[in-house]
């Protein structure tokens, strides 16, 4: 007989009957590292009887071989999935599982305790109603412990329960119970829980998981199953206004445009009026259209695809919403930032931004603190590193239509992606706008970049120089400018040392530091560009992220990218300031090429190889490259 609802064995069709009708509680369990989180759900698993009789006898296999639990049911073993976790006997993924009892359904996320894994428990928590946090009567309330609790109130759940665990390993005291929870509770009115349910339990020995337990007796609360039944989901979204992000424009032929997404909030119904955000356009929903046939209205959580009586402009990322209370418009904000990278958040790094259904590019231009989980305090910031929390200023390439965390996960919520290599790096919440961003508007000019250029002759345009210190750049960009100037051609040179005299004066050399110095930079260059000029930027620029930058901020076939490629060695040998040397003493940090990385170009426009040409011959290679690039001439 399988481990399993007798109605299950007995009669398939009721039991998927009775399970249409239930209601779904998503929650969490959080805690430190071995606080027996995959123990509890493996409980909670095998007590809602959701094991089939094979599942069974692979787990008692798993537990004679792997367990620990000296040949008993090791219940972690039915979550922790991974070879990783079952040799190291912890959680490294977020592991998802389904259960259920008689009076609802559950989806529980088994989130990790390592302080390494923070951004898998932020995963767990984006979709979760309540949260199970766990804590080991033995040790108390750890770091940990206040740190995924804090992300729990900063993500907006409000049902808490306190698992006070492995009681039956302190004599099931109460007076220990008492105090954890005092000191919990002193922790929970700082971060905004303010109330929770605390209980005292073994999950291994399943003491207080669906039914009270005699070996706590002075305990008169809910055992974890009927306070998990009894949790209120509170589903409000459709009381709000009304949010769509759009995911897809339709057109499956020339009759037919309609814009499909999931709705975030809100009712919509034929006949309402609906605005599309950014462009701020109103129009008629016409239809409400789905697969098996069109709507008469459609609620929040619901797939659909929407058709409007006006032909007006929309794209994918755009949000239609209520044209009475629409949400707000901005490209400046100020936001929660959770970062999950290894490297560091540098101000002012260009960052891919996902909100929705919208992906922008993002800086944060200004780090305002990090938070101290232990301690609550605000503390100075100029990055954030693995794991921390901070609040940020951000400013975006383009106003996003957004509402603020609090009142609208989907157009509050947001993930930071790196360019690059396209990893998630960092999880925020928006706060609000920044007043000056809705009060700073474009100026249209009617003097513009083309009118410039022609005046002058010429296409304006960047010839960026990057390459390692010593490699040449400025000899030869300084020979390029020549030349040009020789046609009659109208030039800027910047340079990496000259403008550290000025303009960046106050930068140091961090990484912080260099990258706030390319991205000043090349927003003088682009300005220069609108003014018509040819501008050669002769800089180290280390980082692809920010020649990637440069390269945006400019037109189509704008930006001419050179590597002056010298292999370190050569570099070093030169020498020619002396920088190198100071370097290997110790007395210059931070310094490309020794104790920090040059990333080299992966497709320059034009490489040069300065073993084999001379500065000369290299100085010709690119004004014939530039003079037969565009026609007419350069």
Not at 285 to 298: E, F, H, K, Y
Not at 542 to 547: G, H, T
Not at 609 to 618: G, L
């Amino acid at each position: 007989m399988a481990h399993q609802s007798a109605l299950i064995a007995e009669d398939i069709e009721a039991y998927l009957k009775q399970h249409e009708v239930k209601g779904l509680l998503r929650f969490i369990t959080c805690g430190s590292v071995d606080d027996g989180k995959s123990t509890l759900i493996g409980r909670l698993l095998y007590d809602s009887k959701m094991i089939f009789e094979d599942q069974l006898a692979a787990l008692e296999a798993d537990s004679r071989k792997v367990g620990t639990q000296g040949g008993d049911i090791d219940f972690a073993l039915l979550v922790d999935g991974l070879a990783a976790e079952r040799e190291q006997g912890i959680t490294i993924d977020v592991a998802y599982r389904f259960f259920s009892t008689e009076k609802r359904k559950f989806i529980v996320a088994d989130t990790p305790g390592h302080e390494q894994y923070t951004r898998n428990m932020v995963t767990g928590a984006s979709t979760a109603d309540a949260a199970v946090i766990l804590i080991d009567a033995r040790k108390g309330v750890l770091t940990q412990t206040r740190r995924h609790s804090y992300l729990v109130s900063l993500l907006g759940i409000r049902h808490v329960a306190l698992a006070i665990n492995k009681m039956d390993l302190v004599d099931w005291s109460q007076e220990v119970f008492e105090a954890i929870v005092g000191e919990y509770r002193d922790f929970a009115d700082q971060i905004g829980i303010k109330t929770f349910t605390a209980i005292p339990m073994s999950a291994l020995k399943g003491d207080n998981i669906t039914e009270l337990s005699p070996n706590a007796p002075w305990y008169a609360g809910p055992p974890l199953i009927r306070w998990l039944e009894d949790a209120p989901v509170e589903d409000d979204l459709q009381d709000k206004p009304f949010r769509m992000p759009v995911q897809w424009v339709n057109r499956p032929n020339l009759d037919f445009r309609g814009f499909s997404g999931m709705i975030a909030s809100g009712v919509v119904k034929p006949g309402d009026t609906v605005k599309a955000l950014p462009s701020g356009r109103e129009s008629t929903v016409d239809r409400i259209v789905t697969l098996r046939g069109d709507l008469s209205q459609a609620v929040a959580g619901q797939s659909v695809t929407l058709t409007l009586k006006d032909e007006i402009d929309i794209s994918r990322g755009d949000v239609l919403s209520a044209a009475a209370s629409p949400p707000a418009v901005a490209d400046q904000f100020e936001a929660t930032l959770v970062w999950f990278d290894d490297e560091p958040l540098l101000p002012g790094r260009p960052y891919l931004m996902k909100l929705g259904t919208r992906t922008v590019s993002a800086q944060v231009t200004e780090p305002k603190h990090k938070v101290n989980v232990n301690t609550l305090e605000k503390l100075a910031a100029t990055r954030l590193e693995l794991n921390e929390i901070g609040v940020c200023n951000l400013a975006l390439s383009a106003p996003i239509a957004f509402d603020p965390y609090a009142e609208n996960k989907d157009l509050g919520g947001f993930i930071l992606i790196d360019r690059m290599s396209n990893r998630t790096v960092g999880a925020g919440l928006l706060h609000f706008a920044l007043r000056r961003s809705q009060n700073i508007h474009w100026q249209a000019m009617d003097v513009d970049k083309a009118a410039r250029s022609a005046l002058k002759g010429q296409k304006a345009r960047v010839v960026w120089f990057t390459g390692l210190s010593g490699a040449g750049k400025s000899t030869i960009a300084n020979l390029v400018e020549k030349r040009l100037h020789a046609e009659g051609r109208h030039t800027y040179l910047l340079d990496g040392d000259n403008v550290r005299h000025g303009l960046n004066k106050d930068l140091g050399f961090t990484e912080e530091d260099r990258v706030e110095n390319i991205r000043r930079v090349a927003e003088v260059a682009k300005l220069m560009v609108d003014a018509g000029l040819i501008v050669l930027v002769s800089f180290i620029s280390p980082f692809r992220a920010e020649r990637r930058m440069a390269r945006e901020l400019m037109g189509e076939r704008e930006f001419v990218e050179v590597f002056v490629d010298t292999p370190l060695a050569e570099a070093e040998k030169r020498d020619v300031k002396g920088l190198y040397a100071k370097a290997r003493a110790g007395q210059l940090k931070n310094f490309t090429g020794i104790d920090s990385p040059y990333e080299a170009p992966e497709n320059p426009e034009i490489r040069i190889d300065t073993t084999r040409v001379s500065p000369e011959a290299a100085a010709e290679e690119i004004f014939a490259w530039l003079e037969g690039a565009f026609d007419p001439g350069i």
